[in-house]
Protein backbone atom coordinates (compact mmCIF):
# COMPACT_ATOMS: atom_id res chain seq x y z
CA UNK A 1 0.00 0.00 0.00
CA UNK A 2 0.93 3.47 -1.03
CA UNK A 3 2.70 5.45 2.12
CA UNK A 4 2.62 9.19 0.30
CA UNK A 5 0.98 10.68 3.04
CA UNK A 6 4.09 8.99 5.44
CA UNK A 7 5.11 11.51 8.65
CA UNK A 8 2.31 13.66 7.34
CA UNK A 9 -0.22 15.47 9.80
CA UNK A 10 -3.65 15.66 8.71
CA UNK A 11 -6.85 17.77 10.95
CA UNK A 12 -10.24 16.27 9.96
CA UNK A 13 -13.43 17.82 11.41
CA UNK A 14 -16.11 16.24 11.38
CA UNK A 15 -14.05 12.91 11.16
CA UNK A 16 -16.00 10.61 13.23
CA UNK A 17 -18.85 9.60 10.59
CA UNK A 18 -19.68 9.79 6.57
CA UNK A 19 -17.48 11.97 4.38
CA UNK A 20 -15.23 12.90 6.91
CA UNK A 21 -14.21 9.55 8.34
CA UNK A 22 -13.68 8.33 5.05
CA UNK A 23 -11.22 11.09 3.94
CA UNK A 24 -9.30 10.21 7.47
CA UNK A 25 -9.38 6.29 6.61
CA UNK A 26 -8.13 7.40 3.71
CA UNK A 27 -4.83 9.92 4.75
CA UNK A 28 -4.59 6.70 7.51
CA UNK A 29 -4.11 4.21 4.90
CA UNK A 30 -1.52 6.29 3.49
CA UNK A 31 0.82 6.78 6.58
CA UNK A 32 -0.60 10.13 7.85
CA UNK A 33 -0.83 10.56 11.25
CA UNK A 34 -4.64 11.64 11.46
CA UNK A 35 -6.56 14.06 13.59
CA UNK A 36 -10.08 13.31 14.24
CA UNK A 37 -12.22 16.20 15.46
CA UNK A 38 -15.79 15.79 15.83
CA UNK A 39 -18.29 16.82 18.69
CA UNK A 40 -18.71 13.30 20.76
CA UNK A 41 -16.09 11.35 22.18
CA UNK A 42 -17.63 8.34 21.64
CA UNK A 43 -18.18 8.45 18.11
CA UNK A 44 -14.73 9.94 17.64
CA UNK A 45 -13.31 6.57 19.59
CA UNK A 46 -15.50 4.64 17.38
CA UNK A 47 -14.14 6.01 14.76
CA UNK A 48 -10.19 5.97 15.37
CA UNK A 49 -11.28 1.52 16.73
CA UNK A 50 -12.25 1.12 12.53
CA UNK A 51 -9.35 3.32 11.08
CA UNK A 52 -6.67 1.35 13.07
CA UNK A 53 -8.68 -1.88 12.43
CA UNK A 54 -8.51 -1.40 8.94
CA UNK A 55 -4.64 -1.10 9.04
CA UNK A 56 -4.54 2.67 8.87
CA UNK A 57 -1.99 4.35 11.84
CA UNK A 58 -3.96 4.77 14.60
CA UNK A 59 -5.59 8.68 14.81
CA UNK A 60 -5.68 11.05 17.93
CA UNK A 61 -8.78 12.06 18.36
CA UNK A 62 -10.13 15.49 20.29
CA UNK A 63 -13.67 16.28 21.16
CA UNK A 64 -14.85 19.70 20.40
CA UNK A 65 -17.90 21.90 19.83
CA UNK A 66 -16.19 23.50 16.66
CA UNK A 67 -19.65 25.84 16.44
CA UNK A 68 -17.52 28.36 18.79
CA UNK A 69 -14.45 29.78 18.73
CA UNK A 70 -13.55 28.33 21.91
CA UNK A 71 -13.98 24.61 20.75
CA UNK A 72 -11.96 25.49 17.49
CA UNK A 73 -9.29 26.74 20.12
CA UNK A 74 -8.94 23.88 21.70
CA UNK A 75 -9.35 21.40 19.35
CA UNK A 76 -5.69 24.14 17.51
CA UNK A 77 -4.14 23.97 21.32
CA UNK A 78 -4.62 20.08 21.44
CA UNK A 79 -2.70 19.82 17.44
CA UNK A 80 -0.21 22.32 18.42
CA UNK A 81 0.94 20.87 21.22
CA UNK A 82 0.85 17.16 21.10
CA UNK A 83 1.99 17.32 17.34
CA UNK A 84 3.72 20.31 16.24
CA UNK A 85 2.52 20.71 12.57
CA UNK A 86 -0.57 20.59 10.40
CA UNK A 87 0.11 19.92 6.44
CA UNK A 88 -3.27 18.97 5.24
CA UNK A 89 -6.61 20.37 7.29
CA UNK A 90 -9.97 19.28 5.96
CA UNK A 91 -13.37 21.06 6.75
CA UNK A 92 -16.10 18.30 6.80
CA UNK A 93 -17.95 19.13 9.98
CA UNK A 94 -21.50 20.68 9.54
CA UNK A 95 -25.60 19.89 9.07
CA UNK A 96 -27.55 21.77 7.76
CA UNK A 97 -31.19 21.42 7.63
CA UNK A 98 -33.49 20.67 4.67
CA UNK A 99 -37.04 21.55 5.35
CA UNK A 100 -40.11 24.01 4.40
CA UNK A 101 -38.50 27.81 4.10
CA UNK A 102 -41.15 29.34 6.73
CA UNK A 103 -40.58 26.03 9.37
CA UNK A 104 -36.77 27.15 9.77
CA UNK A 105 -36.88 29.32 12.95
CA UNK A 106 -33.57 32.05 13.21
CA UNK A 107 -32.15 29.50 15.68
CA UNK A 108 -31.49 26.89 13.15
CA UNK A 109 -30.29 29.13 10.81
CA UNK A 110 -27.77 30.32 13.27
CA UNK A 111 -26.88 26.54 13.42
CA UNK A 112 -26.58 25.97 10.24
CA UNK A 113 -23.81 28.62 9.66
CA UNK A 114 -21.90 28.46 13.22
CA UNK A 115 -20.41 24.95 12.73
CA UNK A 116 -20.10 24.19 8.61
CA UNK A 117 -19.21 27.80 7.90
CA UNK A 118 -18.03 29.62 11.06
CA UNK A 119 -16.13 26.55 11.94
CA UNK A 120 -14.36 26.07 8.84
CA UNK A 121 -13.07 29.85 8.87
CA UNK A 122 -12.01 29.29 12.39
CA UNK A 123 -9.92 26.33 11.97
CA UNK A 124 -8.43 28.25 8.58
CA UNK A 125 -7.69 30.87 10.53
CA UNK A 126 -6.06 29.01 13.62
CA UNK A 127 -3.87 26.55 11.39
CA UNK A 128 -3.09 28.98 9.08
CA UNK A 129 0.19 29.64 10.42
CA UNK A 130 1.02 25.85 10.51
CA UNK A 131 -0.05 25.25 7.14
CA UNK A 132 2.02 27.94 5.80
CA UNK A 133 5.27 26.36 7.30
CA UNK A 134 4.27 23.56 6.10
CA UNK A 135 3.30 24.87 2.64
CA UNK A 136 0.11 22.31 3.48
CA UNK A 137 -3.23 22.10 1.96
CA UNK A 138 -6.64 23.00 3.12
CA UNK A 139 -9.49 21.35 1.12
CA UNK A 140 -12.90 22.30 2.16
CA UNK A 141 -15.86 19.45 1.59
CA UNK A 142 -19.30 22.11 0.74
CA UNK A 143 -21.70 20.47 -1.01
CA UNK A 144 -23.71 21.12 -4.53
CA UNK A 145 -26.12 23.17 -3.29
CA UNK A 146 -23.31 26.01 -3.19
CA UNK A 147 -23.85 25.94 -7.00
CA UNK A 148 -27.49 25.11 -7.12
CA UNK A 149 -30.05 26.65 -4.55
CA UNK A 150 -32.66 24.99 -3.92
CA UNK A 151 -35.73 26.17 -2.14
CA UNK A 152 -36.38 22.90 0.19
CA UNK A 153 -32.38 23.48 1.05
CA UNK A 154 -32.00 26.76 1.62
CA UNK A 155 -29.97 26.53 4.84
CA UNK A 156 -27.65 24.45 3.04
CA UNK A 157 -27.60 26.07 0.08
CA UNK A 158 -26.77 29.44 1.28
CA UNK A 159 -24.04 27.96 3.58
CA UNK A 160 -22.45 26.51 0.96
CA UNK A 161 -22.72 29.13 -1.09
CA UNK A 162 -20.25 31.33 1.59
CA UNK A 163 -18.22 28.45 1.51
CA UNK A 164 -17.59 28.37 -1.47
CA UNK A 165 -16.63 32.19 -2.06
CA UNK A 166 -14.77 31.98 1.46
CA UNK A 167 -12.29 29.28 0.10
CA UNK A 168 -11.85 31.01 -3.60
CA UNK A 169 -10.98 34.64 -1.25
CA UNK A 170 -8.50 32.33 0.39
CA UNK A 171 -7.20 30.46 -2.15
CA UNK A 172 -5.65 34.08 -3.23
CA UNK A 173 -3.79 34.13 0.24
CA UNK A 174 -2.74 30.85 -0.42
CA UNK A 175 -1.28 31.66 -3.53
CA UNK A 176 0.52 34.21 -1.39
CA UNK A 177 1.71 31.57 0.93
CA UNK A 178 2.13 28.29 -0.19
CA UNK A 179 -0.89 26.77 0.84
CA UNK A 180 -2.88 24.99 -1.86
CA UNK A 181 -7.13 25.94 -1.13
CA UNK A 182 -9.54 23.78 -2.33
CA UNK A 183 -12.99 22.69 -2.58
CA UNK A 184 -14.91 19.26 -2.85
CA UNK A 185 -18.76 19.77 -3.80
CA UNK A 186 -20.32 16.24 -3.07
CA UNK A 187 -23.67 15.63 -4.51
CA UNK A 188 -25.95 13.26 -3.00
CA UNK A 189 -23.77 10.43 -1.11
CA UNK A 190 -24.83 7.46 1.07
CA UNK A 191 -23.71 8.87 4.34
CA UNK A 192 -26.45 8.54 7.57
CA UNK A 193 -26.43 12.85 7.33
CA UNK A 194 -28.44 12.81 3.91
CA UNK A 195 -30.57 10.08 4.78
CA UNK A 196 -31.51 12.45 7.58
CA UNK A 197 -31.92 15.10 4.95
CA UNK A 198 -34.30 12.79 2.99
CA UNK A 199 -36.02 12.26 6.54
CA UNK A 200 -36.66 16.37 6.92
CA UNK A 201 -37.42 16.86 3.49
CA UNK A 202 -39.78 14.06 2.65
CA UNK A 203 -41.82 16.08 6.17
CA UNK A 204 -41.95 18.77 4.64
CA UNK A 205 -43.57 17.18 1.28
CA UNK A 206 -45.89 15.22 2.88
CA UNK A 207 -44.15 11.74 1.24
CA UNK A 208 -42.75 8.44 2.01
CA UNK A 209 -39.41 8.67 3.07
CA UNK A 210 -38.49 6.03 -0.03
CA UNK A 211 -40.49 8.24 -2.26
CA UNK A 212 -38.65 11.15 -1.25
CA UNK A 213 -35.78 9.08 -1.46
CA UNK A 214 -36.66 7.96 -4.85
CA UNK A 215 -37.91 11.41 -6.32
CA UNK A 216 -34.39 13.16 -5.13
CA UNK A 217 -32.60 10.56 -7.31
CA UNK A 218 -34.29 10.53 -10.81
CA UNK A 219 -34.89 14.85 -10.31
CA UNK A 220 -30.82 14.65 -10.66
CA UNK A 221 -31.16 12.08 -13.11
CA UNK A 222 -28.66 10.18 -11.30
CA UNK A 223 -28.11 5.86 -11.48
CA UNK A 224 -26.69 6.20 -8.00
CA UNK A 225 -25.84 7.76 -4.71
CA UNK A 226 -22.29 8.65 -4.51
CA UNK A 227 -19.84 6.75 -1.75
CA UNK A 228 -17.84 8.39 0.58
CA UNK A 229 -15.06 6.52 -0.57
CA UNK A 230 -14.93 8.46 -3.74
CA UNK A 231 -15.25 12.28 -1.93
CA UNK A 232 -11.57 10.28 -0.36
CA UNK A 233 -9.79 9.77 -3.45
CA UNK A 234 -10.03 13.37 -4.35
CA UNK A 235 -9.23 14.77 -1.21
CA UNK A 236 -6.06 12.79 -1.09
CA UNK A 237 -5.43 13.54 -5.39
CA UNK A 238 -5.93 17.43 -4.36
CA UNK A 239 -3.20 17.28 -1.26
CA UNK A 240 -0.47 15.21 -3.38
CA UNK A 241 2.32 16.74 -5.64
CA UNK A 242 0.60 15.79 -8.45
CA UNK A 243 -1.93 18.85 -7.74
CA UNK A 244 0.50 21.06 -6.50
CA UNK A 245 -0.85 23.48 -9.33
CA UNK A 246 -4.54 23.15 -8.67
CA UNK A 247 -5.60 26.22 -6.92
CA UNK A 248 -8.94 27.64 -5.76
CA UNK A 249 -10.54 25.10 -7.35
CA UNK A 250 -14.15 23.48 -6.14
CA UNK A 251 -14.74 20.44 -8.10
CA UNK A 252 -18.43 18.51 -8.00
CA UNK A 253 -18.45 15.03 -7.27
CA UNK A 254 -22.18 14.54 -7.88
CA UNK A 255 -22.93 11.64 -10.44
CA UNK A 256 -23.35 15.44 -13.26
CA UNK A 257 -25.99 16.06 -11.06
CA UNK A 258 -24.73 19.86 -11.36
CA UNK A 259 -27.00 21.38 -13.97
CA UNK A 260 -24.95 24.52 -14.90
CA UNK A 261 -21.52 25.20 -16.40
CA UNK A 262 -20.02 26.17 -13.15
Known amino acids: MSQAF???????????KGIGHAIAAGFAAQGAQTVLLASSQENLNAGADTIAAAGGLRPEVFAADLR????????FAFVSQK????????NSAGATRA??????????????????FFGCVNLCRLFWPLLRAAQGHVVNII????RTPDPGFLIGSSVNAAM?????????????????????LPGLT??????QIFAQRANA????????????IEREGLHRLGKPEEIAALALFLCSDSARHIQGTAIAVDGGATPGLY
Open 83 to 90: LGRCDVLV
Open 205 to 216: SGKTLEQERQAQ
Open 190 to 195: ETGRVA
Open 68 to 75: TEAGCRAA
Open 99 to 116: GAFLDLSPEVWQDGFALK
Open 6 to 16: SEKIVVVSGAS
Open 164 to 184: HNFTKGLSGLGKRDGVNVNAI
Open 143 to 146: GGAA
